[in-house]
């Protein structure tokens, strides 16, 4: 496939399908509440490190869900992105086969791939859940038909190594995997960021309403009537199952 045509194509489809990653960002900040961020980050390490800012506090929260939360939402779409790619140049399509996102044939190759990411992206567990997907494939092939089993990470410096029966490829060789094209990881970098400054703003003013609106839940549930913190009150909501919180003002134990 012309390399022209093929980014003109990218070029459509990002800016026709970027939109839907920002609305979900932004949507995530609409949806984020203090209580459920407040249990996914150790308490004692904020008290390690002697804040005792309630904004500088949830600003940490918010921060840290936030990163993991666009993490999974682009990571998903990238995948997506992915497999568009494939499907112009080689035909390639969304896999049926339980845990393959993609399935393409080149040079008389047939190809299933797990889309990653990145080259970190899951435990032992994990990794075994996805090999079994692959030797499930692999026991029903018929014979005859040459296939090649990979793990495919959208970025990451770990070139192609050989797993045994698939191979992981992450980066440049992932892209050019599914492209044709050498140089591809970076070509494809200018249409995934089409409009993100005029989003970045949107988002921004979002962000700061919800930094705003968590440091004043934080302040009436964590802190004392002198506006000190109450970590007692911060471990016993994060450490036991049943506790329940009182907003600031009731006969609770921030008196």
Known sequence: MDIEVLLKDVRDYCEENIVKFHEKRILKLAQAKLTDIIKRKNPYLYKAKGMENAYEIVKGLVDYYLA??????????????AI????????????????????FEREGVRYFVSIKSGPNWGNSSQIKQMEKNFEKIKRILPKGIKAEFVEGCCYGRCGV??????????????????????????????????KAKEKNEEYQVEYEKLLNRLTKDFSNLFCRKDGSINWETILKFTSLKDHKLKRRGAKDERA
């Open 68 to 81: 993991s939360q666009e993490e999974t939402i682009f990571g998903n779409w990238l995948e997506e992105l």
């Open 84 to 103: 568009f790619v494939c499907s112009r140049v080689y035909g390639g399509r969304k896999s049926s086969s339980e845990g393959i996102d993609l399935e």
């Open 161 to 194: 190594i050989n797993k045994g029966f698939y191979y992981k490829y992450c980066g440049k060789d992932f892209w050019e995997l599914i492209s044709g094209i050498e140089d591809f990881y970076i070509l494809v970098v200018e249409p995934i960021g089409y």
